[in-house]
């Protein structure tokens, strides 16, 4: 949820990565930079959390590489389930929202790994006005 109208404002975050020490140094960094993180290691568990009424998150990062589906399955599932969801596809190879149906497009950006906490909470912050946006 959001807090204020501000970019910075507090979001709850989902991380979804199969890497057990990224996924504790993002969360500690996020949760340090005053947002509130889950995490989970696969993909069906990511869908499960998102397909809660109301779904609690207004950012998700995803992976594409998961032990259980695919980033790339997994993705417009997600955008389907929470349509307040705004996602960050991180990835060792580039990607592009291209592929995805023109409504989704600007609920996704990409992500680059490996790259530096402060780089995901740059997208996280310029997303937020989006979420905001679309809230539920």
Do not use: W
Not at 28 to 43: F, K
Not at 77 to 99: D, F, K, N
Not at 119 to 132: C, N, T
Request: charged share 25%; hydrophobic share 45%; with cysteine.
């Amino acid at each position: 949820m959001i807090r204020s109208e501000d970019a910075g404002a507090t979001m709850n975050i989902l991380l979804v990565d199969d890497e057990r020490p990224l996924l504790a140094l993002l969360e500690r960094y996020l949760e340090r930079s005053g947002h509130q993180v889950d995490s989970c290691e696969t993909g069906r568990d990511a869908l499960a959390r998102c397909r809660a009424v109301p779904c609690p998150y207004s950012v998700v990062v995803l992976d594409l590489k998961l032990p259980d589906i695919s980033g790339q399955e997994l993705l417009p599932q997600l955008l389907e389930a929470a349509p307040q969801v705004r996602v960050i596809v991180s990835s060792g190879t580039p990607y592009s929202p291209a592929a995805l149906p023109a409504a989704y497009r600007p609920r996704v950006e990409a992500l680059l790994k490996p790259f530096m906490p402060k780089e995901l909470l740059d997208a996280i912050e310029r997303l937020a006005p989006r979420a905001r946006g679309a809230s539920v």
